[in-house]
Each structure stands twice: as C-alpha cells, then as structure tokens.
C-alpha cells in the first residue's frame, strides 16, 4: 500500500515557539494532502486542504496564519503551527490522495503529537 | 445532522466473537465507502475500500454497503486483541468532493 511518511512523531515546545510539521508520500504523487486534528477519543476534524502549487483550502473556523500550509511538491506538504499556545496541543494527522488511483482512497501518515507548554 | 453517524462504543467483546460495526449517513450522492483502523497515537490505516452497493471481503474482514437505506458495516470474524483500535467508516462523492469521517467506534478484543 501507499507509505505516508510523517515527521515529528512526538514534539513538545514552549508557549510562543512555532512548530513545522512535514508530510511525505514515499511511493506516489499526491495531488492533494489533507490535514487534520483529533482530539483525545474524538474522530478526525479536517483543518485544510492542501494542494500542489497553490494556496491551501482552510475549513471554517481554522486560522489560516495560524496554522501556515505549504505544499511545495507533489511528495511534500508542510504545517507550521506559528506561536503555538496550550490550547493548540493536539495530536495532528496529515494524509494524502495518491494522483494516479483515483480521488477517494486516502493514506495517513502517523500522526504527530503536539504539546506546547 | 451529521452526514455520517457512528456509535463511539465502547464496543467491548470476547476473543473469537464476530464483531459488527455499523455507521448510517445522509447523503445519498456518496459513492465510496471505506473503514480505517486506528490505534492509540497512530494514523488511520485503510482496512477496506467499497464502490456503490455490495459487499467486499478480505480475510477477516467484510464490509457491507447497502445504498438503499444509507448502512454501512464492517464484520470482523474470529477477532483477535490484536483488532482493538478505534474503527472509521468514512463515505464521499467522487469528483473531488471531501471524504466525511465517522465519529469511530473504540473496539476491545478481551482475551
């Protein structure tokens, strides 16, 4: 199956202090990667949609200069969290939808734990 | 309305019994239809991918579409500790439409 690589899996920073989280597909191309946020025995909360050349699609309610998106490749998105603060400590998961196979299977990537202090 | 609802469980069963996890939603124009499985602090792994109606099997596990009254299901047989996670169905539109999430259903194989 389709690897979606995820790095840190674990960061803890200080109140203030900005945090970039990366997302890679291994073994394909992903036209779009999506990003989420999970909240302790909550389902996933889609934050935004990233797509590959151009400026990322935030859902309602998310702060677009707060949680910065770069999809600068078609293997590569990137989440900064900027002046991070206690209440943005969650647990992040991007994913990708692979180019080449079609628009609705989704890989995820293993997810990322944010604690700011 | 949630377009698509699920029982957050806990679902709680012993080793070896046939687990059926069910989800309903709403919007009759979803065409796709898929279960993932997640562990505690782990990404969500795709278990199942269902086109329209009908029914897929893969090993263990079967998962259920009925379009005629908007169910889902995913039937885990001979389920193992090794099944408890936190179980997605998740359904959407094709044509670059958003796949919509279910709650996800806590699952415990008791040994």
């Known amino acids: 199956g389709a690897v979606v690589s995820q790095h840190p899996s674990r960061v803890i920073c200080k109140s203030g202090t900005s945090v970039k989280i990366e997302c890679r597909s291994l073994?394909?191309?992903?036209?779009?990667m999506f990003w989420y946020r999970q909240f302790p025995k909550k389902s996933l909360m889609l934050m935004a949609t990233?797509?590959?050349?151009?400026?990322?699609?935030?859902e309602q309610g998310v702060e677009k200069d707060k949680f910065l998106i770069n999809h600068a490749s078609l293997t590569l998105s990137t989440l900064t969290v900027t002046s991070a603060h206690p209440e943005d400590s969650s647990f992040y998961i991007c994913s990708a939808e692979p180019r080449d196979r079609g628009s609705e299977k989704l890989f995820f990537g293993s997810g990322t734990q944010l604690s700011v202090l | 309305q949630k377009e698509v609802e699920q029982d957050p469980g806990p679902l709680s069963v012993p080793e070896g019994a046939i687990v059926s996890l069910n989800c309903t939603y709403s919007n009759s124009a979803f065409q796709y239809f898929m279960w993932y499985r997640q562990y505690s602090r782990k990404g969500p792994e795709l278990l199942m991918y269902?086109?329209?109606?009908g029914n897929k099997e893969d090993g263990r596990f079967t998962a259920q579409v009925d379009k005629s009254s908007k169910y889902i299901s995913l039937f885990i047989r001979d389920s193992q500790p090794s099944d408890s996670a936190t179980y997605l169905c998740?359904?959407?539109?094709?044509?670059?439409?958003?796949?919509?999430f279910g709650a996800g259903t806590r699952l415990f194989v008791k040994a």
């Open positions: 998740a359904a959407g539109e094709t044509g670059g439409f958003k796949t919509i």
């Open positions: 990233s797509n590959e050349g151009s400026k990322a699609t935030y």
């Open positions: 269902t086109y329209s109606s």
């Open positions: 073994d394909f191309q992903a036209t779009t």
